[in-house]
């Protein structure tokens, strides 16, 4: 969805622009609102990511499949800034989903390097029940591209309409074959925001520069996962808004241990 200049300008949606784009992440699973970042804002924090990835690469091998890697960020400026972990048009659309008592529970990024392959098609999340009964969303995810997402350099292939409300024990790779997908093609510094249930996979990175991305997940706060713990220093929490608070809160603060278990 492409925003008006007010929309950008004042980091807040017209009321039928959110409507419609709740309808989407309910309706399609997924929506992209492009180009909401400040553009310096998003060399900061591509600069200082490609500064981590590139230590992170060459210590350790590609863990979400070839040339491709999964990767925890620091909760330290610049990835904290207000603009990103509590965008006011993000939060606009996983408020009205999952409830303003939500929790984010997720920092990190997956990035495929050149001559990266496919990904098996998958859903991100388990389902609340085996037996395959529908429920309302309980978990969103976030993803902030730091470049251009295009057709050579891995954008994420996603399949809309309906594959986020599909029951358990489907053989996703057999059925994804014939069934519509579609390629998320989007400029530097958009946003977009996802039902964790849809189906998607990785594609191969044919351009000679990693493809990098922020990630975050937002859920309802009663939900648990295995993802580690965001380890959060009581200075940095102390000086975070009281909505960042809110969201972080059951993260590991200063010392503590583990609050969700």
Not at 17 to 40: K, M, P, W
Not at 67 to 88: A, C, E, S
């Amino acid at each position: 969805m492409k925003l008006s200049s007010e929309e950008l300008e004042h980091q807040e949606l017209k009321p039928e622009t959110l409507d419609l784009a709740i309808q989407q992440v309910r309706v399609n699973g997924y929506v992209v609102f492009e180009s909401v970042l400040d553009e310096n804002l998003v060399d900061t924090l591509r600069f200082h990511f490609m500064e981590l990835l590139n230590e992170y690469v060459a210590k350790t091998d590609s863990n979400r499949g070839k040339n491709r890697y999964q990767m925890h960020l620091p909760f330290d400026k610049p990835f904290i800034n207000p603009q990103v972990i509590t965008n006011p048009i993000a939060l606009s659309v996983t408020d009205a989903i999952i409830g303003s008592d939500c929790i984010c529970h997720y920092l990190a990024s997956d990035t495929p390097l050149p001559k990266s392959e496919y990904q098996h098609v998958h859903s991100d999340i388990h389902r609340l029940f085996p037996n395959g009964e529908t429920t309302p969303p309980y978990s969103i995810s976030m993803n902030i591209p730091l470049v251009d997402f295009n057709q050579e350099n891995g954008a994420m292939e996603v399949w809309p309409g309906g594959t986020h409300l599909m029951p358990t024990g489907i053989n996703m790779s057999q059925l994804s074959k014939t069934m519509h997908s579609e390629l998320v093609l989007m400029p530097v510094g958009s946003l977009l925001i996802r039902d964790m249930r849809m189906w998607h996979r990785g594609t191969p990175n044919r351009s000679d520069a990693a493809r990098p991305n922020m990630a975050f997940i937002f859920s309802r706060y009663w939900f648990k996962t295995s993802y580690p713990p965001i380890e959060i220093t009581q200075e940095t929490y102390d000086s975070l808004s009281d909505r960042a608070k809110q969201l972080f809160r059951h993260e590991q603060i200063g010392n503590g241990s583990d609050p969700r278990f």
